[in-house]
Protein backbone atom coordinates (compact mmCIF):
# COMPACT_ATOMS: atom_id res chain seq x y z
CA UNK A 1 0.00 0.00 0.00
CA UNK A 2 1.31 3.63 -0.97
CA UNK A 3 1.52 5.96 1.65
CA UNK A 4 2.59 9.59 1.12
CA UNK A 5 2.68 11.68 3.98
CA UNK A 6 4.11 15.26 4.75
CA UNK A 7 4.72 17.24 7.59
CA UNK A 8 6.63 20.15 8.99
CA UNK A 9 3.93 22.58 8.06
CA UNK A 10 2.51 25.27 10.29
CA UNK A 11 2.39 28.68 11.66
CA UNK A 12 5.43 31.63 10.53
CA UNK A 13 5.82 35.30 10.82
CA UNK A 14 6.58 36.87 7.07
CA UNK A 15 10.02 36.55 6.06
CA UNK A 16 10.59 33.03 7.96
CA UNK A 17 10.99 30.44 7.37
CA UNK A 18 10.06 26.95 7.08
CA UNK A 19 10.84 23.42 5.81
CA UNK A 20 8.11 20.72 5.01
CA UNK A 21 8.99 17.12 4.43
CA UNK A 22 7.43 14.20 2.61
CA UNK A 23 7.51 10.74 3.10
CA UNK A 24 6.63 7.64 0.99
CA UNK A 25 6.67 4.17 0.83
CA UNK A 26 5.14 1.55 -0.83
CA UNK A 27 6.36 2.46 -3.69
CA UNK A 28 9.68 2.58 -6.06
CA UNK A 29 10.79 5.99 -4.60
CA UNK A 30 13.59 6.21 -7.15
CA UNK A 31 11.54 5.94 -9.71
CA UNK A 32 8.78 8.67 -8.84
CA UNK A 33 9.46 12.46 -9.62
CA UNK A 34 8.19 14.43 -6.53
CA UNK A 35 6.19 17.48 -6.48
CA UNK A 36 4.84 20.12 -4.11
CA UNK A 37 1.40 21.47 -4.75
CA UNK A 38 -0.30 24.07 -2.93
CA UNK A 39 -3.66 25.19 -2.57
CA UNK A 40 -5.84 28.52 -1.34
CA UNK A 41 -9.17 28.68 -0.06
CA UNK A 42 -10.99 29.74 -3.02
CA UNK A 43 -8.03 29.25 -5.52
CA UNK A 44 -7.07 26.36 -8.05
CA UNK A 45 -4.09 24.31 -6.75
CA UNK A 46 -1.03 25.15 -8.94
CA UNK A 47 2.23 23.22 -9.29
CA UNK A 48 5.08 24.66 -6.99
CA UNK A 49 8.40 23.00 -7.57
CA UNK A 50 9.08 19.29 -8.64
CA UNK A 51 12.20 17.38 -8.97
CA UNK A 52 13.23 14.48 -11.17
CA UNK A 53 13.67 10.99 -10.35
CA UNK A 54 17.40 11.43 -10.04
CA UNK A 55 17.38 14.84 -8.98
CA UNK A 56 19.15 15.81 -11.64
CA UNK A 57 16.37 18.65 -12.90
CA UNK A 58 13.81 20.98 -10.75
CA UNK A 59 10.95 22.98 -11.36
CA UNK A 60 9.93 26.31 -9.79
CA UNK A 61 6.77 28.03 -10.25
CA UNK A 62 8.16 31.79 -10.68
CA UNK A 63 6.53 33.04 -7.54
CA UNK A 64 8.30 31.18 -5.35
CA UNK A 65 11.86 30.85 -7.81
CA UNK A 66 14.71 31.92 -5.19
CA UNK A 67 12.73 31.33 -2.24
CA UNK A 68 12.06 27.59 -2.07
CA UNK A 69 14.41 24.84 -2.93
CA UNK A 70 13.31 21.40 -3.59
CA UNK A 71 15.78 18.20 -2.47
CA UNK A 72 15.22 14.58 -2.45
CA UNK A 73 17.11 12.11 -0.20
CA UNK A 74 16.42 8.61 -2.02
CA UNK A 75 17.89 6.33 0.51
CA UNK A 76 15.29 8.14 3.04
CA UNK A 77 12.16 8.25 0.44
CA UNK A 78 11.91 11.88 1.11
CA UNK A 79 11.73 14.81 -0.12
CA UNK A 80 11.91 17.97 1.19
CA UNK A 81 10.79 21.54 0.35
CA UNK A 82 12.96 24.48 2.30
CA UNK A 83 10.92 28.15 2.63
CA UNK A 84 12.27 31.62 2.98
CA UNK A 85 11.60 34.96 2.94
CA UNK A 86 7.56 33.91 3.45
CA UNK A 87 4.95 35.67 2.39
CA UNK A 88 1.29 35.96 3.83
CA UNK A 89 0.35 34.68 -0.26
CA UNK A 90 2.30 31.57 0.72
CA UNK A 91 -0.95 30.47 3.19
CA UNK A 92 -2.09 27.59 1.77
CA UNK A 93 -2.34 23.81 2.08
CA UNK A 94 0.47 22.22 0.96
CA UNK A 95 0.48 18.77 -1.08
CA UNK A 96 3.57 16.18 -1.94
CA UNK A 97 2.60 14.47 -4.88
CA UNK A 98 4.68 11.00 -7.12
CA UNK A 99 4.59 10.74 -10.80
CA UNK A 100 6.28 7.86 -12.39
CA UNK A 101 7.27 9.73 -15.86
CA UNK A 102 10.67 8.73 -16.51
CA UNK A 103 13.90 11.33 -15.73
CA UNK A 104 11.22 14.33 -16.15
CA UNK A 105 9.57 16.80 -14.00
CA UNK A 106 5.21 17.43 -14.13
CA UNK A 107 3.73 20.75 -12.71
CA UNK A 108 -0.15 19.39 -13.63
CA UNK A 109 -1.77 17.65 -10.51
CA UNK A 110 -3.30 15.44 -13.35
CA UNK A 111 0.16 14.02 -13.94
CA UNK A 112 0.52 12.55 -10.42
CA UNK A 113 -0.08 8.72 -9.26
CA UNK A 114 -0.07 8.95 -5.63
CA UNK A 115 -0.81 12.33 -3.40
CA UNK A 116 -0.38 13.29 0.53
CA UNK A 117 -3.45 14.67 2.81
CA UNK A 118 -1.76 17.67 2.81
CA UNK A 119 -0.46 19.99 5.22
CA UNK A 120 -1.31 23.71 6.38
CA UNK A 121 1.27 26.47 6.35
CA UNK A 122 0.09 29.60 7.39
CA UNK A 123 2.06 32.71 7.08
CA UNK A 124 0.87 35.81 9.04
CA UNK A 125 1.62 39.67 8.33
Known amino acids: QVQVVESGGGLVQAGGSLRVTCTAS????????MGWFRQAPGKEREGLSC????????YYLNSVKGRFTISRDNAKNTVYLQMIDLKPEDTAMYYC??????????????????WGQGIQVTVSS
Open 97 to 114: AAARIGDFCFDSGATADY
Open 51 to 58: ITRTGHAR
Open 26 to 33: GLPFDDYA
